[in-house]
């Protein structure tokens, strides 16, 4: 299975991107800002293209799917939240968007986590690549 992000313009406070499964939307992403250089807790994760296992969350007291191999990332997760303040470096998935929010959050990730459930229990691979819109500048990379 492959999943797609391709990030919007970013504001300086967050990055809204579309997240496809196989070429069809899923739901909506929000990140922190893209950075040239990584704050902890509070910098959008690199593009590239990364494989995703199951990792249970003693945070979320539940099972999420987590972004394997980020460079200078750990624990790198998929999970819900609606601003920029509720993740720390992760990628939130939600069913609506406007400045700086995704909403329907919870609803968007369980269906989300269900896909990518059953392609695991299948057997098949999960990626996820994650890349900017060509042509738009986010934030930080604008303001460099």
Known sequence: MELHV???????????????????HECWTLEDVERHQKIFGQTA????????????????KRIVP??????????????????????????LVGRTKSADFIGQSK????ALFAKIEAAMAAGEEV???IEDKAGVPLAEKAAA
Not at 6 to 24: F, M
Not at 69 to 91: I, K, R
Request: hydrophobic letters at 45%; one cysteine or more; aromatic letters at 10%.
């Open 6 to 24: 391709l990030r919007e313009a970013s504001t300086a406070k967050s990055t809204i991107g579309e997240l496809t499964i196989n070429g069809v």
């Open 45 to 60: 994760i690199p593009c590239g293209r990364f494989k995703l296992a199951m990792h249970d969350s003693p945070h979320f």
């Open 66 to 91: 987590m972004l394997l191999a980020v460079p200078n990332f750990l624990y790198v997760l998929m999970h819900w939240g609606n601003t920029a303040a509720d993740t720390e470096g992760c990628l």
């Open 107 to 110: 609803s968007a990730f369980l």
């Open 127 to 129: 990626w996820i690549t």
